[in-house]
C-alpha cells in the first residue's frame, strides 16, 4: 500500500508584504556648546535667525528678555545660561508652545529634523547635582554614529522660568 506524503510548503515572503512599522516621533535637533537635544516637533512654532530681544530688568539670568513676534511678546530662555554656560555669538531661536504659551529658546544652531525609534529612547542615567537631568527625559543614539541626542523635557522648561 502506497502512502500519499504530504509536505507543507512555506510561501516566500513578498517584497510587497506589510512588514511591522516601529513607531517614531519626528524631533528638531539643536546644539548648544556642542551638546545635541532634541525637542519634539508638534512643540515647535518657528525658528527666528534674527530678533532684536528686548531686555527686561530684574528677570532671572537665564532669561534674555522679550521679544515681539507678530504682536504677541514671547519671553527668550538663553539656553546655554540656562545650563549654567558662557552665551555665544552666532545663535537663533526657536519658538516652542507648550498648552497654549509661547517661549522661545536661545539655541547655538538648528541642525535638522530626525524621526526617533521609540522603543530606542533610552532614560538619562542619574547624576547627582545636574540640571540636565531635570531638563531632558531621554537619550537617542542617532544613527551612523551621529551621537547622542538629550531629548528635551518641554514641560519643565516652561515651569523653569
Known amino acids: 500500500m502506497a502512502e500519499d506524503v504530504l509536505f507543507a510548503v512555506q510561501p ?3 517584497e510587497f508584504e506589510a512588514k511591522p512599522v ?3 516621533d519626528k524631533y528638531l535637533i539643536f546644539r548648544s556648546n556642542g551638546i545635541l537635544f532634541g525637542v519634539h516637533s508638534d512643540s515647535v512654532k518657528e525658528i527666528i535667525t534674527e530678533a532684536r530681544i528686548t531686555l527686561i530688568p530684574v528677570l532671572p539670568e537665564h532669561i534674555s528678555g522679550v521679544v ?4 504677541l ?3 527668550i530662555i538663553d539656553f546655554r545660561r540656562l545650563l549654567g554656560q558662557y552665551p555665544a555669538e552666532n ?3 526657536i519658538v516652542l508652545e507648550y498648552e497654549g504659551v509661547q517661549l522661545g529658546i536661545l539655541v547655538d544652531e538648528v541642525d535638522q529634523m530626525v524621526d526617533a525609534y521609540k522603543k530606542s529612547i533610552l532614560p538619562v542615567p542619574y547624576q547627582n ?3 540636565v537631568q531635570n531638563l531632558v527625559t531621554g537619550m537617542y543614539s542617532l544613527p551612523e554614529d551621529g551621537g547622542t541626542l538629550m531629548m528635551l523635557d518641554i514641560a519643565f522648561l516652561y515651569h523653569e522660568q
Open 12 to 14: 516566500e515572503p513578498s
Open 22 to 24: 516601529e513607531e517614531t
Open 68 to 71: 515681539n513676534l507678530r504682536g
Open 73 to 75: 511678546i514671547v519671553p
Open 91 to 93: 545663535r537663533c531661536i
Open 129 to 131: 547635582g545636574q540640571n
